[in-house]
């Protein structure tokens, strides 16, 4: 069973386009993140959602609008899409309050815009 | 804000040797957990060992161990008997006791040479 699952794994598009990632985890924690690996590997922190509510939304363009229908879920649109966005996206879901403390995440989306 | 410093970009290690790689955090908590990260080609992001502060004692994992100095806010990962499978980029990640935050540092990329 697949854990933190992340769809589509591969995104190539033209600059200007709009797109979504989406991320769903089966393990029941309260708390998912989005988090964007660029080509030097360092992982950024873009937003994280605890029980459906926004509580860290780093600096990021305003093109960039997570949403969270349920706990369970976190999607992530991107409007007119640069070729700076080019980068992998990883989902991360976490539980707060108790074991296990550590992040799970996604096996990643490399988005490749063009 | 904590930080998470890893001060060694990649290193290099020969087949069945030992290579330690470093971390060190800033933090004014005193209860908190550490992590060692995993992320090979593959770019799945794998949980190699968790510490949690209040532990004085060393966590281990089979051929993973770590060296925990919380005076010295040190936390270094030791991988004995390496193999070919272990080379990645490892991060270290803290997480603050409360509010569900997580920090990573900037990775370190490990060879293991046949």
């Known amino acids: 069973d697949t854990a933190v699952s992340q769809t589509p794994k591969y995104l190539v598009t033209q600059m200007g386009n709009d797109k979504s990632i989406k991320c769903e985890q089966n393990l029941g924690h309260d708390t998912m993140y989005w988090y964007k690996q660029d080509s030097k590997k360092f992982l950024k922190i873009m937003f994280s959602y605890n029980n459906k509510e926004l509580i860290i939304n780093e600096t990021v363009p305003n093109r960039f609008s997570p949403k969270s229908p349920d706990k369970a879920h976190l999607n992530l649109h991107i409007n007119s899409l640069e070729l700076g966005d080019s980068a992998v996206y990883f989902c991360a879901s976490s539980l707060e309050g108790g074991a296990p403390y550590e992040q799970y995440f996604g096996p990643g989306t490399r988005l490749t815009v063009t | 804000a904590q930080t998470v410093t890893q001060s060694q970009p990649e290193m290099s290690v020969q087949e069945a040797e030992t290579v330690t790689l470093s971390c060190t955090y800033d933090?004014?908590?005193?209860?908190?957990?550490l992590f060692w990260y995993k992320q090979p080609p593959s770019r799945q992001m794998i949980l190699v060992i968790r510490q949690e502060a209040y532990k004085q004692q060393n966590a281990t994992e089979n051929r993973f161990s770590v060296n925990f100095q919380k005076a010295a806010k040190s936390f270094s990962l030791k991988i004995s008997d390496s193999q070919l499978g272990d080379a990645a980029m490892y991060f270290c990640?803290?997480?603050?006791?409360?509010?569900?935050?997580?920090?990573f540092g900037s990775g370190t990329k490990l060879n293991v040479k046949p």
């Open positions: 990640a803290y997480r603050t006791y409360n509010f569900n935050k997580f920090y």
């Open positions: 933090t004014s908590e005193s209860d908190y957990y």
